[in-house]
């Protein structure tokens, strides 16, 4: 070690020391000093790495003797105690990879962790949820319906409070002092197609030369099932004996059945089958993720409405001809549908009321036409 080197300000002196990131040497600076009756003596910082100087370093030895300024030591084992503190905190970031880890098998999954990584985590990843305002959460909200869906952005922040919630129930942190206020959402849109529309979809799906999408396609329109239980569908699904589909972890929380029907099943008999589970594989057999690029053409070629939804459209149009022919109940809707409550099977409830109308208005034109019919017999008899 080199000798101390006095500089012009009392209780600072240096040494002379290699440099660590490059060749040569620099100064180390160090300041001496009384307080309490002891004597201390600590590294104020190095000439180059630090950009310290002589001055710099008597500021530093004026503030540790007025108590302004913490010791090396003391700033290094608080620096500990903050990164340990960081690493028990409970933040959002470290209750959504518990929670993760709690429900391996979360139903869009996908989904959520798209929207934690894009929206949640640069926003409120490192804090706890007590540290979280309703002011801070009302500005993300209104950021986010700037440029998403109201149903987009009441995805993301149901999200927000799910994580929130597991960490309450779980005890693993406090919550916030606020509800989350969500976006109003009209999730009531029914789509469907007119006649037309529906006989150009047909002749679409007819010409699909993709046998696979077509008939995902055809399966929409003949059972109403959802496009994540088609895609879900395997062979074993199918009760070919009994006539029945039987449906694992739909929506509505319980596996359901419906019925076979006759269309369903003349399909799914002539349908190729693979070594894959699945009626449907994705690649490598496993179950198929997505099927846009092909649904979209076929869209194109039966020149549907830009916002028509295939898959989830085609749910609507069965439900929407069961309804309108006035033969089906809401109830027996609501099962075909596999709906958990009669709630959302209510937006088809004025169909099956037009279904009725029309049965009333027939009664009416029959007592009409027997009037009419009796008034000529009348007539003829007259005459």
Not at 247 to 262: E, M, R, S, V, W
């Amino acid at each position: 070690m080199s000798e101390r080197q006095k500089t012009l300000y009392p209780g600072v002196y240096f040494i002379k020391g290699k440099r660590r990131s490059k060749t040569g040497t620099e100064k180390i600076f160090y300041i001496v000093f009384r307080k309490d009756g002891k004597q201390h003596e600590e590294k104020a910082g190095r000439q180059y790495e630090d950009n310290m100087t002589p001055a710099k370093a008597a500021g530093i030895r004026a503030e540790r003797i007025e108590g302004k300024r913490i010791s090396n030591m003391e700033r290094r084992i608080k620096i500990r105690q903050e990164q340990q503190a960081i690493k028990n905190k409970w933040s959002i970031t470290r209750l959504w990879e518990q929670y993760k880890t709690l429900h391996p098998n979360l139903k869009g999954l996908v989904q959520d962790q798209n929207r934690f990584t894009l929206y949640i985590e640069p926003r409120f990843g490192t804090k706890e949820p007590r540290e979280l305002s309703a002011f801070e959460v009302g500005q993300f909200r209104s950021s986010l319906l700037k440029k998403k869906q109201p149903a987009t952005v009441h995805n993301i922040l149901e999200l927000l409070r799910r994580i929130i919630n597991f960490g309450m129930k779980n005890e693993l942190c406090q919550g916030t002092t606020f509800k989350i206020q969500m976006p109003k959402v009209n999730n009531l849109k029914t789509e469907d197609l007119s006649p037309d529309e529906l006989n150009r979809l047909i002749k679409a799906i007819d010409e699909e030369p993709d046998i696979q999408v077509a008939n995902m396609l055809r399966m929409a329109l003949l059972t109403g099932m959802r496009r994540g239980e088609i895609f879900r569908l395997r062979w074993e699904d199918i009760d070919f004996e009994r006539g029945f589909i039987r449906i694992q972890d739909p929506k509505g929380g319980q596996d359901a059945t419906i019925p076979l029907n006759q269309k369903t099943r003349q399909i799914l008999e002539i349908h190729p089958r693979t070594k894959s589970p699945f009626i449907f594989p994705g690649r490598e057999g496993g179950p198929r993720a997505d099927a846009n690029k092909r649904v979209n053409q076929i869209k194109e070629r039966a020149c549907l409405p830009a916002d028509f939804r295939p898959f989830h459209g085609l749910r609507h149009v069965y439900a929407s001809m069961l309804a309108s022919s006035g033969e089906v109940d809401m109830y027996t809707l609501q099962k075909l549908l596999t709906h958990k409550s009669p709630h959302m099977t209510q937006r088809y409830a004025h169909l099956r009321d037009e279904a009725l109308q029309r049965a009333s208005d027939l009664a009416g034109r029959i007592i009409d036409q027997t009037v009419n019919k009796n008034s000529k017999q009348s007539i003829s008899q007259k005459r």
